[in-house]
C-alpha cells in the first residue's frame, strides 16, 4: 500500500548521526542508564545490540552455543574474558546466537560467519550507543549495531479496499472461460494487472457517462504482465517456493491453501474444529512448529492475521503471486496453477504483526530460514525510504550501498547467505533473487536493499503504462510492474473510499480486513513487488519443467531485460488529486511523464521472459549429480532421477554403477535412485531414461560423508 506523510516509510526513520556513536572514543568505567523516553518513534530496540565476534574466539563461542542448547535459555555470558568485562557492567543481561543451529545447514552457517552473529541483551535503563562504543572498542568484537526498528512501507490505519457488492453481485459472465478468458475464476476480468483489455463497461459499474469517458484513456490493452501467453509455457511449479517477508498469511484462504509451503516434519495438528502448531522443534531447525513458515516477530509457529492493526498485506501479495487458478472463484494469480497442474508455493515469513516493533533479527532470521528451507525467491516489500525522499514528507534514508551495507552488516550478511546459498546447483536456480519495492515516496532513486546491485527493485505502473504517481524510480531500481494509483483514478472516489478501486490491484485478503469478501484492492509498490516475484517464480517453474539451471546473478540478468518497454508511454502529463484517499477532491496535482523517461525500467513480461528461458543459448542442461556416501545402509543417499530428465515423471530408468564393489545401487518401485557405500574409493556410474537418454556421474564413498558433502 501507499505511503505517505503520516507513515514513516520502510524499515525505519535512518538517524545516522546516532549510528555514529560506534565510535573509539573511551567511555567510563560505569556505564550510566541513559534517557529511554527520549524518542516517540526509535528507530532502534532499546536493551538490545547486535553484535559480531571475531572467528578468533569461535571455538569459546561454540562452547557458549552447546550450553545454552542444551539449557534451553541465553547465556549470561561469554566465557570470553573482555566481553564479560562489558557484560558485568550491564548485570543481569542475556548473550544468544542470532540464527539457531539447523545440523542441516550449519556447515554452510558456519562458512558464511553467521554463527559469529550474537544479540546483547540489557536492562533498557542503560544507553545503547553507549554499550556499542564499549564493545565495539574490544579486539575480539567485529562489529556492534543497534537491532533496528522495522516499520512497514504501507500504512496500517488504512485498511485494504473491500470487493464492493455491487462487483461481487454483478453478472460474471466474461469469466466463463467463452469470452476470451483462459480461466473461469470469478474477478479475473476486474484484474487488469494481470489480463489487461484496455477499458471496459465493468470497469464502472453503475457510474455516469462522463466518469466512464474520462477513465477511457487510462486502460491501455496490454498494459499488464503478459501472463496469457506465457501460461501456455507453464502455469507455475510447486517445485519453486517464494519467501513472503510480510505480515503473515491467511493460510486457509479457500484460494491459497492448496499453494502454501508446508513442513512435511512439523505437522499441524487438529484441536476442535481448527488446526494449531506444534509447540516441539519436531525437524530440530531451531524453530518449532514451523508447517507453513514461522511467525518471527511473535517466536511462534502459530501464523497470524487477525490483530487489529493487521491490514491483510502479506494475504494480498501471496494471491498475486500464487492464488490457484481455474478454480471458479475469486482471482486469478501469476504462478498459482490449476487443480490439475499444481503452482508455485508460498512459505509465510512473518516479520509484521498487528502493533508490534519488528526488528533487525526478526527479519535476518526470515531471510536465512527461506533459504534453509528451499525458497528461491524473497517477495520483499518494505524497504527504508529513499535516499533522495522530500524531508518534508519522509525522512531520507541511506543515499549509497556502501552507506547501507556499513550501518546495516546483519542485513547485508544474510541477503548474501540467500543470494549465495539458496537453491541448488542440480536445480533451476543456484543462488537466490531478492525482490523489492522501490519505495513510494515519489523519489529519483530506489530505497536500500533493493537499490543494492544485488536485489531487484520494483517501480509501480498504471493500467495505462505510465508510471504510478507516488511511485520511486530511477538511480537503483531495476523493473516495473502494475502497482496501481489510486490518486490518477480519481474519477472513482466517492464517499465509500474508492467504493470501485478498479486501478488498484485486486487480490486475495483474510476476512476480518475485507467484510468477509476474502478479496479486495490495495496499490503501491509494495503491490507491482509480488507481479515481479510471481514472474520469476513462473519463469524458474518454466526452467524446471525444461530442466534447465541458472545461476542467480543469470536469472537475474535475464528477468530485468525481458520486459516491455514504456518509455514511448512517458510523454505529456499526468494529472491526479494527491491523497484522494485521505483528504478528497481538493489538491490537483500534476507531474512530467517526461521526468520518468529511461529511469524506470521496463514493464515485466512474462511471456518474453519464458521466451528467453527457452532459447537454447539460455542456462545449462541439468544432469544427473555425482553422489557422496558414507559405509553402511544408514548412510543410504536417495535421489530422484525425474528431476533430471525431461518430461521424467512419465519416464522408467536403468542404472549401472561401473564397480560394483565400492557402491551398489537400485531404482525403487516409486522411481527413486537409491545408493549404499560399501568400502571406500570411487566409480562411475550412469542412469538411463527409457527416452533413450543417458546421464553419467560418479560415486565417491568416504567413512564419514552425507548426502551434501563431507562431515
Known amino acids: ?280 522443534d519436531r525437524d530440530g531447525n531451531g524453530y518449532a512448529g514451523d508447517h507453513y513458515g514461522y511467525n518471527f516477530i511473535n517466536n511462534t509457529g502459530i501464523i497470524s492475521c487477525d490483530a487489529s492493526a493487521d491490514t491483510g498485506h502479506g494475504t494480498h501479495v501471496a494471491g498475486v503471486i500464487a492464488a490457484r487458478n481455474n478454480n471458479g472463484i475469486g482471482i486469478s494469480s501469476i504462478a498459482g496453477g490449476t487443480a490439475e497442474n499444481p503452482g508455485v508455493k508460498v512459505m509465510s515469513c512473518q516479520i509484521f504483526s498487528g502493533n508490534s516493533a519488528s526488528n533487525t533479527i526478526s527479519l535476518v532470521r526470515a531471510i536465512k530460514y527461506a533459504a534453509d528451507n528451499g525458497a528461491v525467491i524473497l517477495q520483499c516489500s518494505w524497504g527504508y525510504t529513499s535516499g533522495t525522499a522530500n524531508g518534508y514528507e519522509n525522512s531520507p534514508g541511506f543515499a549509497t550501498q556502501e552507506e547501507w551495507e556499513t550501518y546495516c552488516p546483519l542485513e547485508k550478511a544474510a541477503l548474501d547467505y540467500f543470494v549465495y546459498n539458496a537453491g541448488s546447483p542440480n536445480g533451476p536456480i543456484e543462488g537466490g533473487i531478492p525482490i523489492f519495492a522501490s519505495g513510494n515516496e515519489y523519489a529519483p532513486s530506489a530505497g536500500f536493499p533493493g537499490a543494492a546491485d544485488y536485489c531487484v527493485a520494483v517501480n509501480a505502473t498504471a493500467a495505462d503504462y505510465t508510471i504510478s504517481t507516488f511511485s520511486n524510480y530511477g538511480e537503483g531500481s531495476d523493473i516495473a510492474a502494475p502497482g496501481g494509483d489510486q490518486d490518477y483514478y480519481y474519477e472513482y472516489y466517492d464517499d465509500d473510499h474508492m467504493v470501485g478501486s478498479v486501478g488498484c490491484v485486486l487480490s486475495t485478503l483474510p476476512p476480518q480486513v475485507s467484510n468477509n469478501t476474502c478479496y479486495g484492492y490495495m496499490e503501491g509498490t509494495s503491490m507491482a513487488c509480488p507481479h515481479v516475484s510471481g514472474v520469476a517464480a513462473l519463469g524458474l517453474s518454466y526452467a524446471a519443467q525444461l530442466r534447465k539451471h541458472f545461476t542467480a546473478a543469470e536469472f537475474r540478468k535475464l528477468l530485468i531485460e525481458s520486459v516491455t518497454p514504456i518509455d514511448e508511454y512517458q510523454v505529456g502529463t499526468k494529472y491526479y488529486y494527491f491523497y484522494v484517499t485521505d483528504i478528497g477532491k481538493t489538491r490537483y496535482t500534476s507531474v512530467p511523464l517526461a521526468q520518468y523517461y529511461g529511469k524506470a525500467g521496463g514493464l515485466t513480461n512474462a511471456n518474453l521472459l519464458l521466451a528467453a528461458i527457452a532459447d537454447e543459448s539460455a542456462g545449462t542442461k541439468v544432469s544427473f549429480p555425482n553422489i557422496y556416501l558414507g559405509i553402511g545402509e544408514e548412510n543410504a543417499v536417495t535421489e530422484n532421477p525425474a528431476r533430471y530428465f525431461v518430461g521424467g515423471e512419465t519416464l522408467t530408468y536403468t542404472l549401472k554403477i561401473d564397480n560394483p564393489e565400492i557402491a551398489k545401487g537400485e531404482i525403487t518401485s516409486e522411481g527413486k535412485a537409491v545408493f549404499t557405500g560399501l568400502k571406500e574409493g570411487a566409480t562411475s556410474a550412469s542412469i538411463s531414461a527409457s527416452n533413450g537418454e543417458t546421464h553419467s556421474f560418479n560415486i565417491t564413498v568416504r567413512k564419514a560423508a552425507n548426502g551434501s558433502g563431507w562431515l
Not at 120 to 128: A, E, I, L, P, T
Not at 165 to 187: F, H, M, S, W
Open 1 to 280: 500500500m501507499k505511503t505517505n506523510k503520516y507513515l514513516i516509510s520502510a524499515l525505519c526513520a535512518l538517524s545516522l548521526i546516532a549510528f555514529s556513536a560506534c565510535s573509539t572514543d573511551e567511555i567510563g568505567e560505569n556505564l550510566t542508564p541513559g534517557d529511554s523516553g527520549a524518542q516517540t518513534e526509535p528507530s532502534e530496540m532499546s536493551g538490545e545490540v547486535v553484535v559480531k565476534f571475531d572467528a578468533s574466539v569461535s571455538d569459546m563461542l561454540d562452547d557458549l552455543g552447546l550450553a545454552s542448547t542444551r539449557s534451553g535459555a541465553p547465556a549470561s555470558r561469554s566465557g570470553i574474558c573482555s566481553v564479560d568485562q562489558v557484560l558485568d557492567l550491564l548485570g543481569d543481561c542475556q548473550l544468544e546466537r542470532i540464527f539457531p543451529v539447523d545440523k542441516r545447514h550449519e556447515e554452510r552457517t558456519r562458512e558464511a560467519g553467521l554463527h559469529l552473529w550474537y544479540v546483547v541483551r540489557f536492562s533498557n535503563k542503560y544507553d545503547v550507543e553507549d554499550v556499542i562504543a564499549r564493545l565495539s572498542q574490544l579486539g575480539e568484537v567485529q562489529t556492534a549495531t543497534p537491532n533496528r526498528t522495522i516499520k512497514r512501507a504501507y500504512r496500517t490505519d488504512r485498511k485494504a479496499i473491500p470487493v464492493p457488492e455491487k462487483l461481487l453481485n454483478a453478472p460474471q459472465t466474461r469469466a466463463d472461460g467463452a469470452n476470451g478468458y483462459v480461466y473461469n475464476d470469478a474477478l479475473l476480468p476486474w484484474q487488469w494487472h494481470i489480463i489487461n483489455r484496455g477499458y471496459q463497461d465493468l470497469f464502472v459499474i453503475g457510474d455516469s457517462e462522463e466518469d466512464a469517458q474520462i477513465a477511457k484513456n487510462k486502460y491501455k490493452a496490454g498494459a499488464d504482465i503478459r501472463c496469457e501467453e506465457a501460461w501456455e509455457r507453464s502455469t507455475g511449479d510447486p517445485s519453486i517456493i517464494v519467501a513472503v517477508l510480510d505480515e503473515g498469511i491467511y493460510w486457509r484462504h479457500p484460494d491459497l491453501k492448496d499453494n502454501m509451503w508446508e513442513n512435511e516434519d512439523e505437522p499441524y495438528y487438529a484441536e476442535g474444529s481448527d488446526q494449531v502448531a506444534s509447540h516441539e
